[in-house]
């Protein structure tokens, strides 16, 4: 089942384009990861997704049109906008009342279990008392939790809601290491299944490398690269060439080089080399050791080589 | 979820979630609550300022009063003080509702929070209106329930004192009860109705100032006056400015002046709901929120 479809997506803010023509399709079951550099358009994506901007062309969410059904859509769909916007005056028994109370999907009991294992220290089972709800000793301010719990409690509420895409907009920008890693994994162990979908974007690549089962490259409005993982890994490799061999290497036609440790390592595109690509493939192997490149390096490589070549055209 | 696909392992992915597995929700409500729990000031003004009134109540007046050997002056002592901690009271209210309309909007886009509210199935109608339920239902409410209460203990502890004297305690009571019935008249027709389009205004600006809610919300008016003033030299939005303000022409807008008796206030009643004024003010709050919950859609976070 299709759960994003996109046809033709624009969004203009005055002269800049922020989306230039994109299409995307978001089967049920994928966690796709948006990468880009700032300022590519993918905040705006997930936006018009989320229906919370405008935008041209058609898109259904879950067979909604996003911008005219926002509150509706909001029943199936949870996201993760950024880090600090939970409401920096509410108390964590407020904000699982809140949702509570609004959210017809929204399971207290299993948020209370997540936030158990969490560093945050609340009441079980403590409902607001009265109509402006006195607060407990142990009930705190989300003003006085640090940026990581902060993270958890928002982490918890969206996961106890059973929604059918959740969609994640730098969900760990500030966060240290270890939240870093905490947050994917609840995400994969206690709540992703192949009912749900996810969409993310993050500068934080090296975090989501095995977390995802798509990949989509933006820039400047437009898609540059969209495959999944199997497909990414069958159809990039790089190899770790010896200097005495670089030149060999480089008649290759790699998309991309770097330097690290005194070797150089190549990046090919198998696709590039044409329809058969088994021969340059055993011609790498013979070059190194090769391996599949990291979204990081992958990511360096396509969007370097668009880069250089938006900067030839304008010379 | 497990479970329960394991249970029945045909079911098509398009079951989850069933209508049947839904609770039951209250937005609006929750709504309204949650703009309590934010504005503690909606509640705690008038509450402060009728703790004041209390405090000055008995040591000041019931001190002159017990100190005051004639009787008439000691009765006033005991009786102004109602109107008096009233108004207080409706005008900590009032201006609580002012503050509160015009950060509301503006306060969710600016701590970013407004992501959260809208990451939630609440539609941006049921969160205006939620907002706007605040000075038109919450606090005339509120500024009558806290003024009950502290008539009701300023007449008990009244009572006890002229009770040694022989004074009639009776008609204290019934005066208070007919002021009060007066503060209801009043807040329904002034503060609600009449003034309804002040509030759903500061709502819109709140909305739609980035920066600068008050200056946007004060500015508008003053400039259209001035422009008025020099270019044709009249002055009709300042008079419709002051009689929106004041209101229209024989409505006593005191409502809890002298003659707070129930006959006067129904033939004013009729008069007041056959002022045009009244309708126009209505139809333009109407089309300010209407404005204010277009607006929200679109807005995200400063």
């Not at chain 1, 199997?230 to 770790?240: F, G, K, L, Q, W």
Request: hydrophobic share 50%; net charge neutral.
């Amino acid at each position: 089942m299709t759960v994003i479809e996109a046809r033709g997506l624009r969004k203009a803010y005055g002269a800049t384009v922020a989306l230039d023509g994109v299409n995307m399709r978001v089967e049920e079951g994928r966690i796709l990861g948006i990468i880009g550099p700032n300022g590519a358009g993918k905040s705006t994506a997930l936006n018009a997704i989320l229906g919370l901007t405008s935008y041209e062309g058609e898109m259904r969410v879950l067979g909604r049109d996003p911008w005219k059904e926002r509150d509706a859509l909001m029943r199936d769909v949870c996201f993760i906008s950024d880090v600090a916007v939970l409401p920096r005056w509410m108390r964590v028994s407020q904000a699982l009342d809140y949702v509570e109370g609004v959210h017809p999907r929204f399971d207290r009991a299993k948020a209370e279990g997540f936030l158990a294992k969490s560093s945050i220290s609340f009441e079980p089972g403590r409902k607001c008392r009265g109509l402006l709800g006195s607060a407990g000793p142990g009930d705190r301010k989300i003003r006085e939790l640090s940026k990581g719990m902060v993270a958890q409690l928002h982490l918890s509420l969206v996961m106890s809601i059973d929604a059918r895409l959740l969609v994640l907009d730098e969900p760990t920008l500030g966060l240290d290491l270890l939240y870093r890693k905490q947050f994917y994994d609840s995400l994969l162990t206690d709540y992703f299944d192949r009912s749900r979908t996810i969409v993310v974007t993050t500068h934080q690549v090296e975090d989501v490398q095995n977390v995802l089962t798509d990949l989509m490259f933006i820039s400047r409005g437009r898609i540059v690269l969209e495959c999944s993982m199997e497909e990414c890994e069958a159809r990039y490799v790089e190899v770790s060439v010896h200097p005495a061999q670089i030149a060999a290497g480089r008649a290759l036609q790699p998309i991309h080089e770097r330097q690290v440790l005194g070797r150089n390592i190549l990046l090919f595109d198998l696709k590039r080399a044409g329809a058969d690509a088994t021969p340059l493939a055993e011609n790498l192997h013979a070059l190194g050791e090769v391996r599949t490149p990291s979204i990081a390096d992958l990511f360096v490589a396509v969007m370097g080589n668009r880069m250089a070549g938006a900067q030839g055209v304008a010379q | 979820m497990n479970a329960e696909s394991n249970a029945v392992p045909g079911l098509p992915l398009e079951e989850r979630g069933a209508p049947a597995r839904m609770a039951a929700t209250h937005p609006f409500l929750w709504s309204v609550r949650r703009e309590l729990w934010e504005y503690k000031s909606l509640y705690l003004a008038p509450l402060a300022v009728a703790g004041v009134t209390l405090l000055g109540y008995l040591f000041a007046s019931m001190g002159y009063a017990l100190s005051s050997q004639d009787m008439a002056r000691r009765r006033s002592a005991l009786t102004e003080p109602l109107h008096f901690a009233m108004a207080l009271i409706m005008g900590a209210a009032f201006f609580a509702g002012l503050f509160y309309c015009l950060d509301t909007l503006h306060g969710e886009r600016r701590d970013r929070s407004i992501l959260f509210w809208k990451s939630l199935p609440v539609s941006d109608l049921i969160t205006v209106l939620a907002k706007a339920s605040i000075p038109f239902v919450v606090l005339p409410l509120l500024a009558y329930v806290i003024t009950l209460g502290v008539h009701f203990i300023m007449l008990l502890l009244s009572t006890a004192v002229l009770a040694g004297s022989g004074l009639n305690t009776g008609t204290l009571w019934s005066e208070a009860w007919n002021s009060d019935v007066g503060l209801f008249y009043h807040l329904m027709t002034v503060h609600v109705l009449w003034y309804a389009p002040m509030y759903a205004w500061l709502l819109l600006v709140s909305g739609w100032a980035k920066r600068a809610a008050f200056l946007w919300a004060a500015l508008p008016p003053l400039a259209i006056f001035a422009i008025e003033r020099i270019a044709f030299h009249t002055k009709h939005f300042a008079n419709l400015m002051q009689y929106r303000l004041m209101g229209p022409q024989g409505f006593d807008m005191g409502g809890t002046g002298s003659h707070g008796a129930h006959p006067m206030m129904h033939s004013g009643l009729g008069t007041f709901l056959l002022t045009p004024g009244l309708w126009n003010g209505l139809i333009l709050a109407a089309i300010f929120l209407a404005a204010a919950v277009r607006l929200r859609r679109s807005q995200g976070p400063l």
